[in-house]
């Protein structure tokens, strides 16, 4: 499951917890290793979240 596309066929999952510095509201996302590498360079180019966790899910 990866949150990034619905045709990722990667199997490793990610999970990413974010905060928004606004609103303190975290959010759980989910991607492969490869995307979550990508969604964390998003994250930290954008000053609205900030990186609570990120974890791997192992199945
Ligand atoms: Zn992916």
Redesign the pocket.
């Known amino acids: 499951m ?1 949150d ?2 619905a045709d ?1 066929s ?1 199997d490793e999952t990610c999970q990413l917890v974010l905060r928004n510095e606004h609103t303190g509201i975290k959010t759980t996302e989910y ?2 290793k ?2 979550l590498v990508l969604r964390i360079w998003e994250v930290e180019d954008d000053d609205t979240f900030c990186i609570v966790n990120a974890t791997k899910l192992w199945r």
């Open positions: 990866c990034l596309s990722c990667n991607y492969c490869a995307h």
